[in-house]
C-alpha cells in the first residue's frame, strides 16, 4: 500500500514536471518548427520510456502509474535547463 501512496506521488510530480517543460517551451524556443521538434522528441521519449515501465508491472494500477512516472522522467532534463534559463534570463534559443 505504502508503495502506491509512493509512485502517487512521484506521478504527480512527474506529471508536474512534464507540464512545466511544455509550458515553459515557447518562451525559450526561437520558431514553430524548433518548438514542434522539441515537443516531439519529448512526447516520443517519454511513450517510449512509459511504455517500458508500465510493461515491468502486471497490476493496471502499477502499470499505469509506472508509465507516469517513466514519462514524466524524461521531461526532467528539460525542466531543470528551462528553469535554468529563466532564472538567467535568457531568451529564445
Given at each position: 500500500m505504502l508503495w502506491y501512496l509512493l509512485a502517487?506521488?512521484?506521478?504527480?510530480?512527474?506529471?508536474?514536471?512534464?507540464?512545466?517543460?511544455?509550458?515553459?517551451?515557447?518562451?525559450?524556443?526561437?520558431?514553430?518548427?524548433?518548438?514542434?521538434?522539441?515537443?516531439?522528441?519529448?512526447?516520443?521519449l517519454g511513450i517510449g520510456c512509459g511504455y517500458v515501465g508500465a510493461q515491468m508491472y502486471r497490476e493496471p494500477a502499477a502499470s499505469v502509474l509506472a508509465f507516469i512516472i517513466g514519462f514524466g522522467v524524461v521531461h526532467l532534463p528539460a525542466c531543470g535547463i528551462l528553469f535554468l534559463k529563466r532564472q538567467r534570463g535568457e531568451g529564445r534559443s
Amino acid at each position: 500500500m505504502l508503495w502506491y501512496l509512493l509512485a502517487a506521488i512521484a506521478a504527480t510530480l512527474a506529471v508536474a514536471a512534464a507540464a512545466y517543460a511544455h509550458l515553459r517551451l515557447p518562451l525559450f524556443t526561437a520558431g514553430a518548427t524548433k518548438l514542434m521538434a522539441a515537443r516531439a522528441i519529448l512526447f516520443g521519449l517519454g511513450i517510449g520510456c512509459g511504455y517500458v515501465g508500465a510493461q515491468m508491472y502486471r497490476e493496471p494500477a502499477a502499470s499505469v502509474l509506472a508509465f507516469i512516472i517513466g514519462f514524466g522522467v524524461v521531461h526532467l532534463p528539460a525542466c531543470g535547463i528551462l528553469f535554468l534559463k529563466r532564472q538567467r534570463g535568457e531568451g529564445r534559443s
